[in-house]
């Protein structure tokens, strides 16, 4: 979403408004500094030396990133970056990524340019949302080797693109390389490319294991009453839930295995929160059982209890290189204590429980809904004890 008022909900979910939280800090607001077509580049001002290198090496550096492709118009948008915007980008969508300026380009030039790319290995950490992935990505960056791509809507397009029945099966397949191999690239050779997907971006974990040989999978999750909490913490967040349902209501019903015209109010959090978990943990469980190796859980409370064993052991899965002269408790002191998504916020496990306890009594009838629902959706299914392939060997 684009940001244009300081009044509107913060998109983090902090339950503040956007001048109060992310939007505190000023930063330079993107523009469009050329277009790009196989015929050659149409500038609007003159490309700086920093932007023509990273034009000529694109195959090889990350130093413009995909923020959005349009697949139905035809267009790509870059955003330059430097390893420091990938550090400081909490989000990767085009309205809150951390960029200082836009290159588009049309898809053929795009894909000319892909095509040049030599895929490298690639990890990707999948959520529920509410459940610590921002934590996890920021604390694998700050140990370890990585280049943290965070919630990039990429990862939307990709998927609205590979769902759409008009595209061929061997189109899906080459954009699904392209995508893949733009998201590869890396500053050095020590780095490896660490994607925490938008919760959206859930069903590529089955693309994923029907096309992507060799990209470990990490899946984290919280347990159903904690995301009903998240999702009942501030009036956008009752508003995220009812969009998600809204915008995923089909695929929703079809997993699940309810009609296509099963529907519920717009303002029945406890049962749209159920649903839209539901349909996260049966795509886990869809991903699991097709290829258990290549899949991995991590419940938060798990991490919260263990975080440096954690981190240490979804970096080994991924095989990241640790950063020499570094400890996991030097990397992570300024991680913990702060609220992840905006550190100038304190933060702890015990405000968490605190929040979350407060907001479950307040809301005994919503949460006795989704208890309900969510059992007899998922059915042996329900993480009683959480998920299979658990990273810490619960």
Known sequence: MDIESSEMPCPC????????????????????????????????????????????????????FPARVNFAEYQSYFIMMSPQTYRDSVFMDPGRIKGSCIIQTDLAWLRSACDKIAGQQTAFIFHTAFCGSTLMSQALDAAYHTLPIREPELLGNLLAYLRNPANSPQDKDAWYRRVMAL?????DAQQMAVVKANDYANPLMLAMIERHADAPLLFMHTPLQEFLA??????????????????????????????????????????????????NIALFHKAYRSMPARVRSLEFNHMLANPYTAVARCADWFGLMPIEGTTLEQAMAPLLGVYSKNSKFTYSPQQRDGEITALLSAHQAELAAAEELARKLLAADYPEDGLPGDLLGY
């Open 183 to 187: 998201l590869s690239r890396r500053f």
């Open 13 to 64: 979910g902090s339950g503040l408004v956007y001048g109060a939280c992310c939007g505190k800090a000023e930063r330079s607001q993107p523009h469009i500094v050329a277009a790009i077509t196989t015929e050659g580049v149409v500038a609007d001002e003159p490309l700086t030396a920093q932007l023509q290198e990273a034009l000529e090496h694109i195959d090889a550096s990350p130093a413009l």
């Open 230 to 279: 998240g999702c009942l913490k501030a009036n956008n967040r009752k508003q995220w839930i009812a969009q998600r349902y809204a915008a995923l209501r089909q695929p929703i019903n079809q997993l699940l295995g309810l009609g296509p015209d099963f529907t519920v109010a717009e303002d029945a959090y406890g049962e749209l929160a159920a649903l839209y978990w539901s349909y």
